[in-house]
């Protein structure tokens, strides 16, 4: 049975209809049409499909649409400010060779803006233990722990 | 820069760059990238068209197996389901890289867990997997070929009962039984150099199943407007997949065109034509447009593109002065339940175990053989890291019998400048012994801080190809290259405007793509064996210097100069020491335009020629690698802890030096090699798949990401790159006599691990992943086997 239910995604309100057992994944992907948020894995393992709820990085894929009712979410298409301009992750991200096939980057941009709501200045220790949780095949992870840091490194009110 | 950048790519990170200096500029932000970091990018598994259906395979589920009964009926009558199809409802084309050894479904015999037997489109993932459950499969057990080994032993079950002699795709593949690619390396009299040696030396090695693990998924669409269907694929070669779904389907090629949207990594895990075909057959029989996205299991099982389990022997005779006198291998590669791409695949793992020594008597035997598992073939380097580590382990061993620094042997015996590979070929300026002297330094070799450090070096080859690409200059100054390379995510294609920028003088980020698809560009071979800088890069050099020579020509024009006195940079045509006479490359383009001329040009310049081989000529089966065109030589060392009481191993810095001819993209080159460490870590530590006992023997026991365990940023090695520039000859090799880059940076990783493992506890393990039990148990002999 269907339950009516509203999801605020990027400060926008979606009235669904949604199964019980509805991932919060594939309500964005599948009923609101946001698919920059990916699948990986389906089970919690890769990071692939990281969002937040409440400003909290979660899986989307292991996290019932139903439970992020009330809860403002945020995707990767969220994180650039409403005129278009990137945010700093996102330009970091680019300019330290941490993108490469794209696949990752939404989760891993979704971890690392977590990280850094919640600790401005990580050592790279830091960095990489929040990240665990977000695998990539391409990079090594070099070029995303330095595009992190180099954001965490910077001014705050800049961020 | 007023002009509009190519996709939206912003001008961060580029600022102060030189366009004049392609080989040495710091950063480039990729074309592609702005999409890539706002969710903008679609990949395959994002399209949706309307009407479409989801599409679910059914497999065969054993290794082995007769198909007694197969019963789609009911599964035509589930609510929702709108085609379900089995091999009898396909033509009877069977296909293969190497050999034409299977049909897209089962056909009578299942011969791997994976094995496709059919497959549901449904209006909803749901009803397509209440379909499959709806299907009547039952299998009659046949005996499973599980050891490679035993597989080529007289009398051995035959995964493929009988041969069809015109099945080979290729001459020159030799078969046998089991054996469906025996290849050899002759060099020098073999004998004559173990006669000549002090000392021989012995060792076995053995490598497990692993994955290639693109954190994309597989997924295909498919979408039929009349006889035509266009099909948008997460392939890495997108004209190898459209030749497949031709040949399966009995269909023209002229009628498939395949488009990539963005890829989400490949690795080789999504070379070759895999399951276009299949979902093109259901959209044609649900007269729909189809989708498929596979699951992480399906991903680890189904496709034929996984690294094949080894094993390799080694026989070495060396004199007391620490030069290798003769070396005598054998390596097995265990290609799984078809042949895919792994004959030629032995050729290249016969040169992996000769390695980049300058050994003068060789003799190497390479098998390739069928069993009941998940098909192998190409991923990254394949046969690479298994080989080089297997040759890598087996040489310290070497220099430590005649009591020689691992570092110090490796320089005696290395291949220089003049010297002959193991097929015959005459290497020129190469940086073999440079690489390794680099990478020593970087990691501080012989500093005797107390912790395990070790070494590898190899090489790997270049691969010349047909290749072909247009250009435009539009009236604005901006560039389109029409090319049908892909993208795989190393950012390849998006630098081909370094070169397009440099040659026509403007800014790279003013040049656009349309690639993949093979409507649009020419013939390409796709995002495999680290070849598209290496021939697309030629194509787009070629093309846009032909519309730079009619810019300057209309240039002089109007700068009333000489073409000679002319120089293109930053957007401008500029006089030489005038640099007030000046006129912007957009201008010219426009007042072609105004004149009716437009800036467009083609090119498909020649394919570099493979080295001369002429030792080779007495070697058997060396139908596609003779030799090593414009060979990568490169050398890693590792630095690592060892936990002696769990086995635990931290890889905690990884040096690495390459010599890829001239780097012409240093960012891009340097991501290559950062990835590819973090994926030789993992196979050399966590990365194998384990195969179930009893009941489940042959099928995979750890298909998922929680037991099959990637390096994570947490466990990733600090890294540090140094490259060593041998340019190649222009004509012999890539663009400005750069080398593939693509693969060889995981080749040589898991044989420095295993080196610095062994120098950290005193004990070899013969077998990767070198996990902690695997370790543990090493450690201490009392405590079980170390290995294979």
Known sequence: MRHSVTLSVNGIDHPLELEPDRSLLRALRDDIGLTGTKEGCDDSECGACMVLVGGRPVNSCSYLALQAAGRPVTTVEGLAGPNGDLHPLQRAFLAEGGVQCGFCTPGMLMSAAALLEANPSPTEHEVRQALAGNLCRCTGYTGIVSAILSVAGADPDAR | MGRVAAAGATRE??????????????????????????????????????????????????????????????????????????????????????????????????????????????????????????????????????????????????????????????????????????????????????????????????????????????AVVADWQGDRVTIWSSTQVPFIARAGVAETLGIPEGNVRIVVPHLGGGFGGKCDFHFEAHVAALARAARRPVRLVFTRHEEFVVPDKVRHPMVMT?????????????????????????????????????????????????????????????????????????????????????????????????????ADEGDTGPTGQVYRAIGAKECLRQAADLIGYGDGDGEGVGVAVGWWFSMPSATGAHVKLNPDGSAVVVTGAQENG?????????????????????????????????????????????????AVTAAASGIRARVLARAAEMLEASVDDLELVEGEVRVKGAPERRVTVAAVAQAAFDEGEQLIASDSPPVPPMPDNVGGSACVGRAVFPAFAAPAFFAQAARVRVDGQTGVVRVTDVAAAHDFGRVLNPVGARGQVEGGIAMGVGLALSEGTVFGEGDRAGRQSNADLLDYKLVTAADAPTISVSFVERPVAEDEGGPRGSKGVGEPPCVPTAGAVANAVAAATGVRLRRIPMTPSRVWAAMDGSRGEAGG
Not at chain 2, 97 to 125: N, P, Q
Not at chain 2, 329 to 341: E, F, M, Q
Request: hydrophobic content about 40%; proline content about 6%.
């Open chain 2, 13 to 218: 990170g580029v600022e102060g760059v030189d366009t004049r200096e392609v080989g040495r500029r710091a950063s480039f932000v990729r074309a592609d990238g702005v999409p890539k970091v706002t969710g903008q990018a679609r990949y395959a598994a994002d399209l949706r068209l309307p009407g479409m259906l989801e599409a679910r395979f059914l497999y065969g589920g054993t290794p082995h197996g007769r198909i007694a009964s197969l019963d789609v009926s009911a599964a035509r009558q589930v609510p929702g389901v709108l085609a379900v199809i089995t091999q009898a409802d396909l033509p009877p084309n069977r296909y293969g890289m190497c050999v034409k050894d299977r049909t897209l479904f089962a056909d009578d015999v299942v011969r791997y867990e994976g094995e496709i037997v059919a497959a549901v489109a449904a209006t909803s993932r749901e009803a397509a997997e209440a379909g499959l459950a709806a299907i009547r499969l039952e299998v009659e057990p046949l005996p499973a070929v599980l050891d490679p080994e035993e597989a080529l032993a007289e009398g051995a079950p035959l995964v493929h009962e009988s041969w069809s002699e015109d099945a080979s795709a290729y001459e020159g593949l030799v078969r046998n039984g089991n054996d469906c690619g025996y290849v050899t390396v002759v060099k020098g009299d073999v004998e004559a150099g173990f006669a000549d040696a002090d000392l021989v030396v012995e060792g076995r090695f053995v490598s497990d199943m692993a994955h290639a693990v693109p954190i994309e998924p597989h």
């Open chain 2, 490 to 538: 190393s950012g390849a294609v998006m630098a081909l405007a370094l070169l397009v920028g440099e040659e026509l003088g403007i800014d790279p980020a003013g040049v656009s793509f349309v690639h993949q698809d093979t409507d649009a560009g020419p013939w390409d071979g796709g995002s495999a064996g680290s070849q598209t800088t290496f021939n697309v890069g030629r």
């Open chain 2, 314 to 414: 080694f026989r070495t005779g060396v004199r007391r002065d620490g030069v290798m006198t003769a070396s005598r291998a054998r390596v097995i590669l265990d290609t799984g339940a078809y042949a895919s791409d792994s004959s030629m695949l032995t050729e290249v793992a016969t040169m992996m175990v000769a390695g980049p020594y300058r050994t003068p008597n060789l003799l190497v035997e390479g098998h390739t053989v069928y069993s009941n598992k998940t098909p192998c073939g190409s991923v990254r380097a394949p046969t690479g890291p298994e080989g080089c580590w297997g040759l890598e382990s087996h040489i310290d061993e070497v220099a430590a019998a005649v009591g020689m620094d691992p570092v110090e042997f490796r320089l005696l015996n290395l």
